[in-house]
């Protein structure tokens, strides 16, 4: 307790200028907006190795395109890891959808609109479960999400059996590729008109809200929050549902994309979706999770996977350009911060040891007799 | 040998210094070989911080620590033994005592030699009475027996008796009978020529086993005298420093209006059956030692601890099934204890902190928040209860102690609840917040709000309340109001030892 004190006095002096002065230089510092930079950095790199394809028009637009299932899955994750609540079920959930959604409408014969609002409300009930076993049955969120990934596998399994599902309804098939148009070969597709008004809301509730603010209370001291009159476990399962209707929404749309229901392309999202939630978190808002890091971190690590692409790199560079992205910027932002703090641990806790060294050398300069206790034994004895 | 008259540790002119605070100030100490040196104080009257600065957790600001009798041959060891023993539960007492100490790659890896651990383990414990089994988890051994599975692993490393064991708080969690058992051990030992310091509050425990008394107050060491030249009355003057028939007294000037807090038979965890009424405008204290229910009936009251009630009433309605965000909504506020855990979120401004409970007035038309509303209420709270720097949006765990606390009063304060609820409201905080704090729990009590005040330190209550309830075994003790209401009175009280306790003349009969 008093050496927190300490400390904190001690960080006091050197941190925390005012908003308004230093205001812009910590805006665009590469500790705020990491990404951005990483991002002209990339951009400039491949411009000049492959001008032709990367700044060709058509690789931005599918680019954009391609990219907002997973921007979706990470917005998914995203909403209850803002209350402290991990949903490793995700990449389960975006292929349970992508594959209800296409039996709805091919074994069942429903007409797609329906079939999308029951695999949503399909999204909504598994929220809900997972919620009612975290905080009743008070299992860990890790492992209950894990156990509701196993159980939603099994589900997309039984359903599929391991196939695609073909035959989906033409209106249905259409939408994920109509959108509008920019003129020449520029196109706002649905989907990424769709992943924008989500991320909008989302970015809305969390950041402009009470019950945003709620719900980073509930995520940084559940504990705390609770006393403070917030109703924490309400609030990770109302997440819960929200982000299981927004992983069902994207696997909906990625059923219509790739005009099927294919079992396999679920589960791949769970890796990208967690990367750009963590990522993100150190965009922006210094450490907290948040909707825009998210969203520009999924389209950082994906122009550096295209343009390593372009250069001739195979299957194995998406990973592995992942994994060192997270890996850099999260240590990188970890580093910073921690090391100020370190600081002023060493200052806090080494004052008073150097002044008395520095004490015993004056003493021991000015007076021979007291000198270093090897010296003077035998004198002694 | 020339070592046997010259203490085994002297401390001298011992300083410490936190922001704001001089934990201790010129602190000295001798301990002998055969003695037990007792030192005594209130909460925050420097003990820990002794028992820090030896373990070396902090670094002294200036003072010496020199073990005199310490040779080549007989070097002094200083074993502490913490009121957190640090034993791991799960496992034995053979493997608590840390026992299988085998190094190096062939050692680790050859079969244990059980039996011959065994056997080494009920030859270490036996010396403090009766063996008992040593193969069973420690969780599941009485606590006196927990504590001398501590004392033996101590010792363990010993190659001689004469060491300086020092025993922080050792008797929190035992009962009375297992007390004696843990007190033999120790008188063994000293026996044997350690020099031990036993620090604790409990005052009666101290009469009973000290060879010497160490009064610590507010950093400094007012007392140092040997057992036969105190007695209790005396050893609580000079903890409280307040002389018997000079007290100040509680507060008698306030009015009060309505009851707003009406609670029957209370009881949960450590509560058995307490009865609270609060009325407008009072400032009720509840006092009591570490156990006693004190430290729960806030949290109980509140609804973030389970607690039933025979009757609660607030405000006049009844309000039988309690939560935190049902009780805000009611007018309740509560100061926890521990602000960083529970108080606040460490994490966010002083803004958001402030704003958190009672959020709705600083909304608008589109459900968010009003940023500009929001933080001119948290700019005027900042300034209003005096939070240094005055920076609404700095981060909660960047300001000191007693400005952290200041911003949790800001917080619950804003909504001016009618009732209060404070636990330790100025732990950790220097002077200068202390006094603002009061103040500011002077303020609400006068706008009419019903205080109920939790705390450690009888100085305090005596400050604070009208009137103050001391709790013994998770019962209402004694009630004390007016001229009754002093520091020695509640001390007393709650250490059980007001006029004709049977454990303090049984200790001095021993003596």
């Known amino acids: 307790m008093k050496t927190t004190e300490a400390i904190a006095t001690a960080t006091e002096d050197t941190k925390a200028t005012p908003r308004s002065a230093g205001g812009w230089r910590r805006i665009l510092s590469f500790r705020n907006i990491s990404a951005l930079y990483i991002f002209v950095a990339i951009f400039v790199l491949f411009s000049i190795i492959t001008p032709k394809t990367f700044l060709s028009p058509g690789t931005w637009v599918l680019l954009l395109d391609e990219q907002t299932i997973t921007v979706l899955a990470a917005l998914a994750v995203l909403i209850p890891l803002n209350v402290a609540v991990f949903n490793l079920a995700i990449g389960a959930e975006v292929g349970f959808a992508v594959i209800l959604v296409a039996v709805l409408q091919v074994n069942l014969q429903l007409p797609w609109p329906l079939a999308v609002v029951l695999a949503l409300a399909c999204g909504a009930l598994i929220g809900t479960i997972s919620g009612l076993i975290i905080t009743r049955l008070k299992i860990d969120s890790f492992i209950a999400t894990l156990g509701m990934s196993s159980l939603l596998t099994a589900g997309l399994v039984l359903m599929s059996g391991q196939r695609q599902v073909l035959g989906l309804g033409a209106g249905f098939r259409d939408f994920a590729t109509g959108g509008i148009p920019l003129g020449g070969t520029f196109k706002l597709t649905w989907p990424f008109i769709i992943m924008i008004v989500v991320a909008l809301v989302l970015w809305y509730v969390m950041e402009k809200t009470p019950l945003g603010r709620r719900m980073y209370a509930a995520g940084f001291n559940p504990d705390g929050a609770r006393l403070s009159g917030v109703k924490v476990a309400r609030l990770q399962i109302g997440s819960l549902v929200a982000g299981g209707i927004v992983a069902a929404l994207a696997g909906t749309l990625l059923a219509s994309r790739i005009n099927a229901g294919d079992p396999t392309v679920g589960p791949n999202l769970l890796l990208p979706a967690l990367t750009a939630v963590f990522l993100g978190s150190t965009q922006f808002k210094g450490g907290r999770f948040n909707v825009w890091g998210t969203v520009v971190s999924v389209y950082v690590l994906a122009v550096g996977v295209k343009g390593l692409q372009l250069l001739g790199a195979t299957d194995w560079v998406e990973n592995a350009f992942n994994g060192v992205a997270l890996l850099g910027a999260v240590a990188l932002s970890r580093w910073e911060r921690t090391s100020k703090r370190t600081a002023a641990i060493k200052r806090a806790t080494t004052f008073g040891r150097r002044a008395r060294t520095e004490l015993a050398e004056q003493q021991a300069a000015a007076d021979p007799t007291s000198a270093p206790a090897e010296l003077r034994k035998p004198d002694q004895e | ?511």
């Open chain 2, 1 to 511: 040998m020339a070592a046997a008259n010259r203490p085994l540790l002297r401390i001298t002119g011992m300083i410490k210094e936190f922001p704001g605070l001089r934990a201790l100030d010129d602190v000295s100490l001798e301990v002998h070989s055969g003695e037990i040196v007792a030192v005594v104080g209130h909460n925050g009257s420097g003990k820990s911080t002794l028992v820090k600065i030896l373990a070396g957790v902090y670094a002294k600001d200036a003072g010496e620590v020199e073990y005199p009798s310490s040779t080549a041959e007989e070097e002094t060891g200083l074993h502490i033994i913490h009121q957190d023993l640090g034993l791991a539960m799960e496992l034995n007492a053979i493997e608590n005592l840390g026992i299988p100490k085998y190094q190096g790659l062939r050692e680790s890896l050859a079969p244990a030699p059980v039996k011959r651990e065994k056997a080494k383990a009920t030859e270490l414990i036996s010396r403090f009475g009766e063996p008992f089994d040593v193969t069973v988890p420690v969780g599941s051994l009485a606590p006196a027996q927990r504590s001398i599975i501590g004392i033996a692993r101590a010792l363990d490393g010993w190659k001689h008796p004469r060491n300086i064991l020092i025993l922080d708080e050792p008797t929190e969690a035992l009962h009375a009978s297992e007390v004696r058992i843990l007190f033999e051990a120790i008188k063994r030992l000293a026996a044997d020529g350690a020099g031990i310091i036993f620090i604790s509050h409990r005052l009666d425990e101290v009469l009973e086993l000290a060879d010497r008394i160490v009064v610590l107050r507010d950093g400094k060491k007012v007392a140092d005298e040997d057992r036969e030249h105190v007695d209790h009355e005396r050893l609580v003057e000079f903890v409280t420093g307040v002389k018997a028939g000079e007290a100040e007294t509680g507060r008698t000037d306030r009015t009060h209006g309505e009851v707003v807090l009406d609670i029957a038979g209370l009881w949960g965890e450590v509560l058995d059956g307490v009865d609270l009424t609060v009325h407008a405008g009072e400032v009720v204290g509840v006092a009591g030692v570490l156990g006693s229910g004190r430290e729960a009936l806030p949290a109980m009251v509140f609804g973030s601890e389970l607690a039933a009630a025979d009757e609660f009433n607030v405000a006049g309605a009844a309000y039988p099934k309690r939560d935190p965000a049902e009780s805000i909504r009611r007018g309740m506020a509560f100061v926890p204890g521990d602000r960083g855990k529970y108080g606040a979120i460490r994490d966010f401004t002083a803004r958001e902190n402030i704003t958190l409970p009672a959020m709705q007035n600083v909304t608008n038309a589109i459900f968010g928040v009003d940023a500009r509303k929001e933080k001119a209420v948290a700019t005027e709270l900042v300034a209003k209860y005096d939070v240094r720097p005055p920076r609404p949006e700095q981060i909660f765990k960047q300001f000191s102690g007693g400005n952290q606390q200041k911003i949790v009063f800001a917080k619950w304060l804003r909504n001016d609840p009618t009732v209060l609820l404070l636990e330790e409201p100025t732990q950790g905080v220097d002077i200068g917040a202390k006094q603002a704090l009061y103040e500011a729990i002077d303020a609400a009590a006068a706008q009419g709000a019903a205080v109920v005040v939790c705390s450690s330190e009888a100085k305090e209550l005596v400050r604070l309340c009208d009137r103050v309830l001391v709790l013994r075994n998770g019962v209402v003790a004694a009630e004390l109001s007016g001229e009754e209401l002093t520091e020695t009175r509640l001390v007393l009280e709650g250490y059980g030892l007001a006029d004709g306790d049977d454990a303090v003349d049984g200790s001095e009969g021993q003596q």
